[in-house]
Nanobody
């Protein structure tokens, strides 16, 4: 059974940083991504990475502030979040798929999901 386990969420003041981690068990993915969902809003693609070539994708609102990366030896993906803003507050989910994706920031492209980790940014 494929499992994704997130860690690293928490509370931080605006301008601060957090690093999220997502560990996959016994699975090789084609693409992995980070998504977030705030109360009353749709799930939004934040960043994604093609695990083979390392190509990265970001939604416009996080470009220059967030960095997605992977450690293939540990089958783990990271999201370094800097210059956090209150509007970044959400539940963050990692996702993975072994299928080729056309839209890496689209939630429907992914087969497997983690349980989520809360990120709260205060003013």
């Amino acid at each position: 059974q494929v499992q994704l386990v997130e860690s690293g969420g928490g509370s931080v003041q605006a301008g601060g940083s957090l690093r999220l981690s997502c560990a996959l068990s016994t699975y090789r993915s084609a693409c992995m991504g980070w998504f977030r969902q705030a109360p009353g809003k749709e799930r939004e693609g934040v960043a994604a990475i093609s695990t083979g070539g390392g190509t990265t994708y970001y939604t416009d609102s996080v470009k220059g502030r967030f960095t997605i990366s992977q450690d293939k030896s540990k089958n783990t993906m990271y999201l370094q979040m800097n210059s956090l803003k209150p509007e970044d507050t959400a539940m963050y989910y990692c996702a993975a798929t072994d299928l080729l994706v056309n839209y890496p920031l689209r939630a429907s492209e992914y087969r497997y999901w983690g349980q989520g980790t809360q990120v709260t940014v205060s003013t």
